[in-house]
């Protein structure tokens, strides 16, 4: 099972569509997306593209009933705990809100965040621990998103080709 990861989307459509064509060419299995989508607008191909969907809102997502109108209600507060497969899986969209159920016992094999605009991968113990980075390309000067195979626990950033790249 293939997971298709991304964050911070802020409004900007065509990094999404980006996105989305990108997951679809790598044929994932699920989408994560882990907040600041902001309008509802920007997520509307991807519950068109028949591939499931689960978010947790970010600090400026306002309008969260759109939110959960546009994707059927696939958004959750974070953190928000999901098996996939056979992993245990902890999203929220920024690192302070996961930091309580963070503990030495290794719960969870893939803990994933956002917020920071950076992307960022990392080992700790058995638990893969990932940023994204920003999908909308708008602070760090280049769009990013992830996809991690569930079954081997291989994690890729990449980037993502926008038409008008900042």
């Known amino acids: 099972m293939k997971a298709g990861i991304l964050s911070d989307s802020h409004d900007r459509l065509e990094a999404a569509e980006a996105v989305l ?23 509307s191909g991807f519950r068109e593209s028949g591939i499931p969907l689960i978010g947790v809102f970010g600090n400026n997502d306002y309008d969260r009933a ?15 705990a999901q098996t996939l497969g056979e992993r245990s899986v902890l999203m929220a969209h920024s690192f302070r809100e996961l930091q309580p159920e963070l503990d030495d016992r290794g ?7 956002g917020h920071t605009h950076r992307s960022m991968t990392m080992k700790v113990g058995k638990t893969l621990v990932l940023n994204p980075g920003e999908s909308c390309g708008l602070t760090q000067g280049k769009a990013t ?7 081997t626990m291989e994690a890729r950033v990449m980037e ?5 790249a900042v």
Request: with cysteine.
């Open 145 to 151: 998103c992830a996809i991690v195979d569930l079954e």
């Open 160 to 164: 993502i080709s926008l038409p008008d």
């Open 66 to 80: 759109g939110l959960q109108e546009a994707t059927g209600g696939a958004f959750r507060e974070g953190p928000s």
């Open 107 to 113: 719960c969870f094999d893939l803990v994933l965040f």
């Open 21 to 43: 064509a990108l997951f679809r060419s790598e044929k994932v299995d699920i989408v994560l997306h882990l907040g600041d989508v902001c309008s509802p607008r920007i997520l």
